[in-house]
């Protein structure tokens, strides 16, 4: 199993910006899933194993964007223009199996996780 590690969260105010990294091993298409206090985990952005393709959620579209290093095995996720409903535990995931398509977006499309960090967004 790939071992994954974020990185990056924090509190900051409305409109401000972070930015999460995700180390993990290998050249693999990678996600972004996020999980607000009583709801279920939900995709944010997801990316091929070369970095050429994206998919957004509609909900950071324009906002969020996805990229990697494979240089240095690290994945991110700038995230702009951050709102209070951005206030989540963000998790990266890992995808081992055959690639198909750009845009898998439930979790069960992932094969590995890492333990999440906290993005919290002050209005």
């Known amino acids: 199993q790939v071992r994954v590690v974020e990185s990056g969260g924090g509190l900051v105010q409305a409109g401000g910006s972070l930015r999460l990294s995700c180390a993990a091993s290998?050249?693999?298409?990678m996600g972004w899933f996020r999980q607000a206090p009583g709801k279920e985990r939900e995709f944010v952005a997801c990316i091929t194993h070369t970095g050429a393709g994206t998919y957004y959620a509609d909900s950071v579209k324009g906002r969020f964007t996805i990229s990697r290093d494979n240089a240095k095995n690290t994945m991110y996720l700038q995230m702009n223009s951050l709102k209070p409903e951005d206030t989540a535990v963000y998790y990266c995931?890992?995808?081992?199996?055959?690639?198909?398509?750009?845009?898998?977006?439930?979790?069960?499309?992932?094969?590995?996780w890492g333990q999440g960090t906290q993005v919290t967004v002050s209005s």
């Open positions: 290998g050249r693999t298409f």
């Open positions: 995931a890992v995808r081992n199996r055959v690639i198909a398509k750009i845009d898998y977006v439930r979790a069960n499309d992932y094969d590995s």
